[in-house]
């Protein structure tokens, strides 16, 4: 099993940078392929960025040249690096693992952008 805690959300005027952080717990992280999703207040989740096990790394259209996914499979943790954020940013930000037909998603952190 494999539990996941994500952390550093807030509130940020438009134009700053956050960095979220995904702690996974459990064995074999390395293995598993890393995502950000991301849901606002009436509106379908919807995924920001997805790291492999390699180290590869794809964005989605909206966040391209401003966030970047990393992972450190020492560590088990996988980060998104959020810059110029925007009011459309807002969100609560979700960190999953898949490997195969087994998904975790932690509990998600609030973003807030906003002047």
């Known amino acids: 099993q494999v539990q996941l805690v994500e952390s550093g959300g807030g509130l940020v005027q438009p134009g700053e940078s956050l960095r979220l952080s995904c702690q996974a717990s459990?064995?074999?992280?390395?293995?598993?392929?890393a995502s950000w999703y991301r849901q606002a207040p009436g509106k379908q989740r919807e995924l920001v960025a997805t790291?492999?096990?390699?180290?590869?790394?794809d964005y989605g259209d909206s966040v391209r040249g401003r966030f970047t996914i990393s992972r450190d499979n020492a560590k088990n943790t996988v980060d998104l690096q959020m810059n110029s954020l925007e009011p459309e940013d807002t969100a609560v930000y979700y960190c999953k693992l898949r490997l195969q037909n087994r998904e975790y998603w932690g509990q998600g952190t609030q973003v807030t952008v906003s002047s």
């Open positions: 790291i492999s096990p390699a180290g590869i790394a």
């Open positions: 459990g064995r074999s992280f390395m293995l598993y392929v």
